[in-house]
């Protein structure tokens, strides 16, 4: 398993079955306040945020970053303003500014074969902010990186060739590890990094980036390649995807990926939505899963979106109590996340990438309701 994705397995929930008695009511509010102080305490000096042992800095600091602006603090007013204001400065800072746009840090062991998890991460952040930021000369600043971070994220993408099952041929692209122009022309790619810079150029668009439709049409078709028969996405496209192994987590992840495009009504927003149907709703509740720190934050923003009565919609020949909710999914998910919170810090930790990426994911599922940032609004 590849380090990054791998270290996201470890559940954050309790390992109690939905079926059993009613979860007990919690005060998510103050679960929420207890994580944000917790994140806020654990802030570098140089405003950064890192996995155990400095790892993934640029990854882990615009999760926490976009943790406290779903708060409702901004980079100029709010209760975790400075923190906000500081992991801003940190992405700006000259030492981190390159020419080409990379927000990674190629000289970090643990980024140097992996940066494009934090150009996604990064460049999702940093868009969040260009939308609030009102000081003409910082917000200079965010549009030149942000642009060139867009750029950068564009000529990163592989380009392949898929044949449908019509026989008509189209140009298709994902996103590696690192880009596809460092990577000695294996072309290789893979769904979660191809869905967090799907993610991210959406969030930049959102904020009047000018983003290529053609770099956003290519992934939305290698989504379209990668999945099989049963609607699941796969690890990476092989050209023969359709009968390969559907990852659930990955499956979560596109669908935000088609609602996020407005694609309500598609079929294959609708073929992802029934594979997770089959094969992550059972588990809801129930203990962990692979990847589930990645699976949770995906699958929470989708049934956000899809909240009480879009299924209804998609699947109007659907009995309404096999709906999926949001209403459902938060009963059953945000007790067992409040269960599993540590009563000492606030923090919650989940495998050996440690507590900045299980507290961030957490305390990002438990505001979706704020409905703050436009990247996750209905």
């Known amino acids: 398993r590849r380090l990054f994705l791998s270290a996201l397995a470890a559940s954050p929930f309790a390992a109690r079955a939905a079926a059993q008695d009613p979860p007990r009511r919690v005060n998510i509010e103050a679960v929420v306040d207890k994580g944000l102080e917790s994140l806020k305490r654990t802030q570098g000096g140089d405003g950064s945020w890192s996995a155990q042992g400095g790892q993934y800095p640029t990854s882990m600091t615009a999760l926490a970053g976009m943790a406290m602006l779903m708060e409702g603090s901004t980079i100029r007013e709010g209760k975790y303003s400075d923190q906000i204001r500081k992991a801003v400065n ?164 596109a669908i935000c990926c088609g609602f996020s495009g407005g694609q309500y009504r598609g079929e294959l927003p609708k073929k992802w939505l029934k594979n997770c149907q089959r094969h992550i709703w059972p588990t809801v509740g129930r ?38 909710t949001w209403s459902k999914y938060k009963e059953a998910v945000y007790p067992y996340i409040a269960e599993a919170q540590a009563p000492a810090d606030g923090s919650w930790n989940g495998g050996f990438v440690g507590p900045a990426l299980a507290t961030s994911v957490n305390l990002c599922v438990l505001q979706l309701e704020k409905a703050i940032l436009p990247i996750y609004q209905r």
């Open 90 to 253: 940190w992405f700006l800072a000259p030492n981190r500014v390159r020419e080409n746009g990379l927000l990674g840090d190629p000289n970090n062991p643990t980024e140097s074969q992996r940066y494009m998890y934090g150009q996604g991460f990064g460049t999702l952040f940093l868009a969040c902010i260009y939308g609030e930021e009102e000081d003409m000369a910082q917000r200079k600043k965010l549009e030149a990186v942000l642009t060139k971070g867009v750029d950068f994220i564009a000529k990163a993408q592989t380009r392949k060739t898929h044949r449908k099952p019509e026989g008509r041929e189209v140009e298709i692209g994902g996103w590696g590890y690192v880009s596809a122009a460092d990577s000695g022309g294996s072309g290789f790619d893979e769904g979660s990094v191809t869905i967090t810079q799907l993610q991210a150029l959406r969030a930049a668009r959102n904020a009047g980036i000018r983003v290529p439709r053609e770099t956003i049409d290519k992934s939305l078709a290698y989504l379209e390649a990668c999945t099989t028969n049963d609607g699941g996405i796969v690890y990476n496209y092989t050209g023969n995807s359709a009968n390969g192994q559907g990852r659930p987590a990955l499956t979560a992840a």
């Open 287 to 324: 203990g962990r899963q692979a990847h589930d720190e990645y699976q949770t934050y995906y699958f929470a923003q989708a049934m956000y979106v899809l909240g009480d009565d879009r299924w209804g919609q998609m699947f109007p020949d659907d009995a309404r109590d096999t709906w999926l």
